[in-house]
């Protein structure tokens, strides 16, 4: 049974069994902000950071599309989540996006043909993501993974491989997201809990005299601050 609104999870993982500095997941943070404010009437939107979170929720409230960062520490981790995904509601649709793919044709179906994400979303995420969910809500309710990937569309700076020729299928970049209206992510409450785990770490660069000053960097640990 499909949900009326479209559940969307979006995470950047990262392995957390030891303690460790995190990043805020700013990067899924816009692409959310983004599409909320395009299509948060017909969407509900989840940012996660760490796997277990994410498990938890698919196994509570399994989500209708699983969107992933895709980064050389996280490649095999997105997998496992995928795979367990899967086992919870098979028609899951996972679009993945982010810098560790190739960026010609041929790389890029190679990628593809060998990997469980339904689609890619090649280059900046905002506007082809809000796109991409866009399009989606006018077909929905349907099982996304036949649909979409049956479909022929074009969309921009997404690829995929069509589902019976397995032809890929590569829209154009788009232009530069620095040329474009995306909301920042604050004060999003989606991203709150994570900023509620901030610690600061200092970073010393040397001034002109040669002494050294203090400077600190944001980052996201699992251990809250007291």
Excluded at 40 to 65: R, V
Excluded at 134 to 148: A, F, Q, S
Aim: with cysteine; hydrophobic share 40%.
């Amino acid at each position: 049974m499909y949900n009326k609104k479209i559940k969307i999870f979006l995470a950047d993982l990262i392995h957390d069994r030891h303690i460790y500095n995190y990043s805020v997941p700013l990067n899924v943070g816009y692409i959310t902000a983004l599409v909320n404010k395009r299509l948060g009437k017909e969407i509900e939107t989840k940012i996660y950071k760490f796997p277990d979170d994410l498990i938890s929720a698919m196994k509570s409230s399994p989500p209708d599309i699983l969107a992933l960062s895709n980064y050389d520490w996280n490649v095999n981790l997105n997998k496992a989540l995928i795979e367990i995904g899967r086992k919870i509601n098979p028609e899951l649709f996972v679009i993945m996006g982010g810098p560790n793919i190739r960026k010609k044709p041929e790389g890029i179906k190679d990628y593809l043909i060998d990997h469980p994400a339904d689609i890619y979303v090649v280059n900046e995420g905002e506007d082809a993501f809000s796109n991409l969910i866009e399009y989606i809500v006018g077909i929905w309710p349907c099982n996304l993974r036949k649909h979409v990937t049956s479909s022929g569309v074009v969309f921009p700076n997404v690829a995929y491989l069509e589902n019976e020729t397995q032809n890929l299928i590569l829209g154009k970049k788009p232009n530069s997201a620095h040329e474009k209206d995306i909301p920042f992510p604050s004060p999003l409450p989606k991203i709150m809990p994570f900023l509620a785990l901030i610690t600061l770490t200092p970073i010393f660069s040397k001034s002109i005299n040669g002494s050294s000053q203090a400077s600190s960097t944001t980052n996201c640990s699992k251990e809250p601050l007291s």
